[in-house]
């Protein structure tokens, strides 16, 4: 049988005599020709709607310009993958799969230059590694048509040009961090590009779900930018989680291991806050039967990672085996033991399966050899991988595994202390408890942190905030009484000069019933009377002609105006207040502004005075009840 499960039928019927007589016929019937006929056609559905041909698939770096991506062995991962979906006569039938590693530049702005010569070099990428140019890279790919598979980039907002090759890493971390009750952090990340960008999207994502991100910052040169970095975080308060954003120590990442010495030199490693790496969210890190020589040397980094806690993907339980069992089957990278390779190597290899399954389904409906929109045939799949099953919802989102990983500070090996499920998102416990620096975990940060329908401002307030806050209401309420006491104090300085004018209105008098026995002022004008009964001004009533004051037999109505400015002196009954010379020398002083018009001052029972302003300022008439004018003037 030819290659690649390819039927070769006969394409010629029973040889014909070459020779016809009349009134013969052909050899082979009608029917024998349908039949042969049909079987033609079917045979040749498969490579129409496929086509003969080779799909190439482009593996994007950095792979050459880091030594520890580079024990990823990128091309033997993508090769084994390979050579087994061209071995399952049940993929891509009729067709060759191929894969090549392309080179990538080592910076973001370089990694895009060269991401665009390759327009015309493969059909389809895995990668790219560098979230830093997933965006543009994603546009480029959509517009030529083809479909990018990658871990590192996100799921994007609109299309299916970019396909996330694994769970949101941010997610998983949401998780584990709510389940704890974690939720100020700050992110460290190495000074290399690719770990930059990992931040920054990395603190986008947190930001848009709500946390407090306070720090997002990256190493500098040698030992000095560890001590600015741990400076910087030793100077944030409530802060409980640090996310490193650079290559694990356990895997060879000096620069992880060089921070880590240094925070547990200062101090903060016991028990204050709580270290995640980040890359073993792309990988799953062996444990299993598995002993790490940073943990096994006497020295700061094995007490330090007794403050790490790592989270990783769930393997097998031959995790260890499966490069050794791969390797021998493919006859490739045989000389290598599973130590010397990066765990990275199963996410290409996986990467490269999704993405054969989702060809394979994309031609079954007539797209072909095609790598464009390959990211609507990614659902509902469970296939194996390279030490996982390969598992997607029905919309394509990758579902799996992860568990969190942690060291007691004495061995060298790492234990499950609980396990995600990316199905549920939910976190479940495996009977062995987290060994924390100090004997407990960090202080819980409020629950309206990870609460959506929730408007969490500050959280829970530290010491310091409070006694802040507690200044500001005092500051403010003493503010408030300072401003009160200066009003009143304008206030009484306005009732010791006196009001300048009075206007009354209807609603500002009140009219009482008086007994006979008092004396009423009477206005002889019957208009001004209604224009007081109306609300108007008593200005009227003083301008107006005094014509009795006699004393009436019935009872009357007397206005009297209600505010502060009336002064009222209460006398015994039957006597008569005698007007002294130093009471006379008071109502000389009396300024005009301070009495105006519509003012009377009592000064006895059978005298009043009106200040009028047809006299002389400082004028007083004293007006005798049943005199028809004046009967003296102060002046």
């Excluded at 890493?169 to 590009?193: C, E, K, N």
């Excluded at 037999?553 to 007397?558: C, L």
């Excluded at 006398?571 to 519509?598: D, Y």
């Amino acid at each position: 049988m030819p290659p690649h499960g390819k039927i070769v039928l006969p394409c010629q019927g029973p040889q014909r005599p070459t020779h016809s007589h009349p009134g013969t016929t052909s050899s082979l019937p009608l029917p024998s020709v349908v039949f042969w006929g049909a079987l033609l056609w079917v045979g040749s559905l498969a490579h129409l709607a496929w086509g003969t041909g080779t799909f190439t698939v482009g593996v994007l770096g950095p792979w050459d310009c880091d030594p520890i991506f580079a024990r990823a062995l990128p091309g033997v991962a993508a090769q084994l993958a390979v050579d087994r979906v061209n071995r399952d006569p049940s993929l891509l039938p009729g067709s060759h799969l191929a894969s090549v590693v392309l080179p990538t530049g080592c910076h973001t702005p370089q990694a895009l230059a060269t991401f665009l010569t390759h327009k015309d070099t493969v059909a389809a990428f895995v990668g790219p590694v560098n979230p830093g140019y997933c965006p543009a890279a994603a546009l480029l790919a959509q517009s030529w048509g083809k479909t990018l598979f990658s871990w590192a980039c996100g799921a994007p907002e609109g299309g299916r040009e970019s396909v996330p090759t694994l769970p949101s890493a941010a997610q998983v971390l949401l998780t584990v961090m709510r389940y704890f009750g974690w939720a100020r952090l700050a992110i460290v990340s190495s000074h290399q590009d690719i770990w930059v960008a990992t931040a920054q999207q990395l603190a986008m994502s947190f930001r848009t779900h709500g946390l407090p991100v306070g720090l997002v910052t990256s190493l500098g040169p040698g030992e000095q930018g560890a001590m600015e970095v741990l400076q910087q975080l030793c100077s944030m308060d409530g802060l409980k989680v640090v996310v490193l954003c650079m290559h694990s120590a356990l895997l060879g990442g000096s620069e992880q291991t060089a921070l880590l010495s240094r925070a547990w030199a200062e101090g903060l490693a016991g028990g204050r806050l709580v270290f995640l790496p980040y890359d073993t969210l792309l990988f799953p890190l062996p444990y299993r039967n598995r002993s790490y020589q940073a943990l096994g040397d006497t020295g700061p980094l094995k007490e330090v990672y007794d403050a790490v806690l790592t989270v990783t993907l769930e393997s097998g339980p031959k995790d260890i085996h499966a490069f050794a069992a791969a390797s021998m089957d493919a006859q490739v990278a045989a000389h290598l033991q599973p130590e010397q390779v990066s765990p990275l190597f199963g996410t290409i290899y996986d990467a490269v399966v999704l993405l054969a399954h989702a060809l394979n389904h994309s031609g079954s409906h007539g797209a072909g050899l095609s790598g464009a929109h390959l990211g609507d045939h990614t659902g509902a799949l469970n296939v194996a991988g390279f030490s996982q099953r390969i598992r997607t919802d029905k919309r394509g989102r990758r579902l799996a595994q992860y568990v969190i990983l942690d060291t007691d500070a004495q061995g060298n090996q790492l234990v499950p202390t609980h396990i995600l499920d990316t199905g549920t998102w939910q976190v479940q416990p495996l009977g062995k408890a987290i060994h924390f620096p100090g004997g407990a975990p960090p202080v819980h940060d409020s629950s309206c942190w990870f609460d959506p329908n929730t408007l969490c401002m500050r959280g829970v307030q530290p010491l310091g905030s409070l006694l802040t806050l507690a200044l500001a209401c005092v500051l403010a309420l003493a503010g408030g009484a300072l401003a009160y006491l200066f009003r009143l104090g304008i206030q009484q300085l306005q009732l010791a000069r006196g009001p300048q004018q009075i206007l009354l209105t209807a609603q500002e008098l009140t009219f009482l019933r008086r007994p006979p026995s008092r004396w009423r002022l009477q206005v002889d004008s019957a208009s001004e009377s209604r224009s007081v009964t109306d609300g108007g001004s008593l200005r009227s009533m003083a301008q107006g002609s005094a014509r009795s004051l006699s004393a009436p037999q019935e009872p009357t109505n007397v206005a009297l105006y209600q505010g502060d400015w009336v002064w009222l002196k209460k006398f015994e009954a039957g006597t008569a207040p005698v007007l002294r010379p130093s009471c006379l020398s008071l109502l000389r002083k009396l300024p005009m502004a301070s009495t105006s018009a519509q003012h009377t001052l009592s000064l006895s029972p059978l005298h009043a005075s009106i200040p009028t302003p047809h006299c002389h300022p400082s004028r007083i008439l004293i007006i005798t009840p049943g005199a028809q004018s004046p009967s003296s003037a102060i002046t």
